[in-house]
């Protein structure tokens, strides 16, 4: 097990293994090399390569399970001290809980702090623990058609075939009958993640408990079409027993995963792009408490940059819009994941001058100069205090806000939403 933190250099030479520096084998050292090497094409960096010894991590968190055996964990850099990785790891399955938008109960504090492991190995208790719940409740069964030759009549007699039977064998019958069996699209999918997790884990409950599920489910083939089996997953009201294991069946079987792992390794790798949990993470923390007189549109795509020979150019989708209840908007937020040093004013604190022309495109664009900027920055000791407001031009400010994402706090005064009258509640679900 090598833990670390985003942007952490491995080496496989000598060196003091801490969070931002560790060794790995000269084997997962080629084999990661190789996995960016796969994974650029998609446009995911995970790391850059610094000579023949060296490699710097990119901004991904998560689990990587390579086929030697090596298994590396990369937390979230957002605590100072370089041993914390207990607190990191809570926040990062506090961030996935919300991206699978899991219930009050499922993603309460007792669930995501039962015990300090590695992401996978939370997922696969998370996996189990539905699973075992759903079997108590009972597995959705269906009626499944079944050809077969029996030595007795049974449901409809398989007229053409019983015509070509060779003589010694007209005392075997060939029919067709439906049974009732738990062979459902649903059931594959489980029973392949449970066979995936079984194969997996390295924790003894978890093991033992995949043992006595996969008893349980005997009677269930795994899928050997998984793609398929995805589309036919039913919704309807009859299933709905089956929802809480759905997203957690999904992350075990990387389907619809943001960086997908191919390979023929038998672990369990997952990976996520910090910017895009932190950015989940802060919608759906506005969704429970912004203000009832504003609603929120996650990825606005209606304004472009320019015109062109009668055409637009340049679609401009910010993180976050805000609009009052006339439907106007009146507020364009982006999310950052960067730390930013509040008392570095020779360095502009670590902001970024494309960030700045980005949000001067935004606030032109969808507030047609006039109204309120944020950029929305992860909070840690060095990003303390507000930073003072930036004059973007006549009525367009902005604002650098900080997200405290362990106590789940966005650092604002209670006047800042209030700009438009009260008159209505509007909130939609983000994809």
């Excluded at 050809?147 to 049974?154: A, H, I, V």
């Excluded at 929802?243 to 191919?262: D, E, F, K, S, T």
Aim: net charge neutral.
């Amino acid at each position: 097990m090598v833990t670390v933190r985003e942007h952490a250099r491995l080496t496989t030479g000598s060196c003091i293994n801490t969070l931002d520096t560790h060794h790995v084998s000269p084997t997962a050292f080629d084999w990661l090399c190789a996995l960016q090497s796969r994974l650029r094409p998609g446009g995911a960096s995970l790391l850059e390569v610094e000579g023949r010894q060296w490699l710097r991590l990119d901004s991904l968190v998560g689990v990587i399970q390579t086929p030697c055996g090596t298994t590396l964990e990369i937390l979230p850099k957002t605590h100072d001290h370089e041993d914390d990785a207990s607190c990191s790891r809570a926040m990062l399955r506090k961030m996935v809980a919300s991206l699978l938008d899991l219930p009050a109960k499922e993603a309460g504090e007792a669930a995501l702090e039962h015990f300090d492991v590695p992401l996978t190995e939370w997922v696969m208790r998370q996996f189990l623990l539905s699973l075992q719940r759903l079997v108590q409740q009972g597995l959705r069964q269906d009626y499944v058609r079944v050809e077969e030759e029996l030595p007795y009549l049974r449901g409809q007699l398989h007229t053409t075939a019983q015509m070509r039977q060779l003589p010694g064998r007209a005392h075997h019958f060939h029919v067709r009958h439906d049974v009732f069996v738990p062979d459902r699209a649903e059931n594959r999918l489980l029973k392949l993640a449970l066979e995936r997790v079984r194969h997996a884990t390295n924790q003894a409950d978890n093991w033992r408990l995949a043992q006595e599920l996969s008893a349980r489910l005997h009677e269930v083939p795994a899928s050997t079409q998984p793609q398929q089996d995805w589309r036919a997953w039913s919704r309807t009201r009859l299933m709905s027993h089956y929802q809480p294991i759905y997203p957690w069946c999904q992350l075990v079987l990387g389907q619809g995963m943001p960086v997908a792992l191919a390979g023929d390794q038998q672990g369990l790798s997952l990976l996520f792009p910090m910017e895009k949990l932190f950015e989940s993470y802060v919608a759906r923390w506005l969704l429970k408490h912004l203000p009832q007189h504003l609603c929120l549109t996650a990825q606005a795509a209606s304004e472009y940059l320019c015109w062109h020979d009668g055409r637009r150019m340049f679609q401009l989708r910010p993180d976050l819009l805000l609009r009052n209840h006339n439907g106007a908007a009146v507020m364009v937020l982006d999310t950052k994941w960067k730390r930013l040093e509040a008392d570095n004013r020779a360095n502009n604190y670590g902001l970024a001058q494309g960030d700045f022309y980005q949000m001067l495109a935004y606030g032109q664009r969808y507030l047609t100069g006039q109204g309120k900027l944020a950029l929305i920055y992860p909070a840690w000791t060095g990003f303390d205090v507000p930073l003072p407001m930036f004059e973007m031009g006549p009525g367009l400010r902005m604002e650098v806000l900080r997200f405290d994402v362990e106590n789940d706090k966005l650092c604002v005064s209670d006047s800042f939403w209030h700009q438009s009258p009260v008159i209505e509640v509007v909130s939609q679900r983000l994809a």
